[in-house]
């Protein structure tokens, strides 16, 4: 048996039982039905005699005024459920060889429906996906500068999922907004550190020993906004569907982001009497935990360059002046 035979057993047999999960919901639905209108026939029964001036005459009409409703409902429901059974059967997807096998309506089928229908949308104003950035980081300030910091352990990650919405028929203008993971480490350079002796004061001092490593990361979750501005191409389909694309296009983007730090540690690495010492010291720095900055970025299709400038101090007033600087790529 082949790759392609088996799927095809596969889907088939998958395709079967979501076919004799709808008969089951069908057998349900009437006997639901059926159990209401007994129900409501042995109430109408019991209105003669009851009720004054209610004849016979009158619960008969009533009861077949109510049977003929509960007719229609299971009538009804089953033609939609005999529609589903029968699209089910026909329903195909693409083997990768074009050929064809049946799909199922799984969970996984039911996604990528919905994202079909939302296709089948004559106009579709917001989008959404993930980014992703890598990039130099370094710390700027009172005497501080990029040239305080080595270049091989100075870096940027972040990983967010974003939303984009046109403000303008043409879609040249758009907002996005989402949410963002962003790590953000450093390391000084001519054997200096961050130190935590007063948890109070953070400063920079020279180490009175060598080490292979001495990198402080941050750790923050952050809402990024932009307004976006570029070149479309209008596209119009026979079916009245109207899209407009930029994968080809210049973009520009303009913003900022605001956020909360999630963590901060400080990890070292260094030889101490012939053993290899690995020390980490997490959240025992006066850092400001909210942060706040400004963000842009230029590019074509789905690769950008980004620059980001923090404007929050990293510590709070006392301690060592700074703010985050970052420049790299993101996919988006």
Not at 150 to 165: A, D, E, I, Q
Not at 264 to 289: M, P
């Amino acid at each position: 048996m082949t790759v392609t035979d088996k799927s095809a057993q596969d889907w088939g047999n998958k395709i079967d039982k979501e076919i004799k999960a709808l008969e089951q919901e069908k057998q349900l639905y009437e006997s639901n039905q059926r159990t209401a209108l007994a129900e409501q026939i042995e109430e109408i029964n019991s209105r003669v005699g009851k009720w004054k001036n209610y004849t016979e005459a009158m619960a008969q009409k009533d009861k077949e005024t109510v049977a003929a409703f509960y007719a229609e409902k299971i009538s009804r429901h089953n033609e939609m459920i005999d529609s589903q059974i029968e699209f089910a059967k026909v329903k195909q997807f693409s083997n990768g060889e074009g050929s064809a096998v049946v799909a199922d309506f799984s969970d996984g089928v039911n996604i990528s429906i919905k994202k079909r229908n939302k296709q089948l949308e004559k106009n579709v104003y917001t989008n959404s996906g993930f980014t992703l950035g890598f990039g130099y980081n370094y710390i700027d300030g009172e005497n501080l500068g990029i040239d305080d910091f080595s270049y091989g352990n100075n870096n940027y990650f972040s990983l967010g999922y974003n939303w984009v919405t046109a403000l303008n028929k043409s879609q040249t203008l758009r907002f996005k907004y989402g949410l963002e993971y962003q790590t953000q480490g450093t390391e000084l350079n001519g054997n200096r550190a961050f130190t935590i002796s007063d948890p109070n004061n953070t400063q920079i001092e020279r180490l009175n020993f060598d080490f292979d490593k001495a990198k402080f990361r941050q750790d923050q979750l952050v809402v990024p906004v932009h307004f976006e501005f570029s070149g479309t191409d209008r596209k119009e389909y026979e079916d009245g569907r109207v899209r407009y694309l930029d994968y080809d296009k210049f973009k520009f983007g303009i913003g900022g982001y605001a956020g909360f730090n999630l963590s901060s540690r400080l990890k070292y690495k260094y030889e101490l009497g012939g053993e290899d010492i690995k020390q980490t010291n997490v959240n025992a720095f006066d850092n400001n935990a909210f942060v706040y900055g400004l963000d842009a970025y230029f590019g074509k299709g789905d690769l950008v360059l980004f620059g980001r400038m923090g404007l929050n101090d990293i510590f709070k007033s006392g301690s060592v002046d700074g703010q985050y600087v970052a420049f790299g790529i993101r996919f988006q």
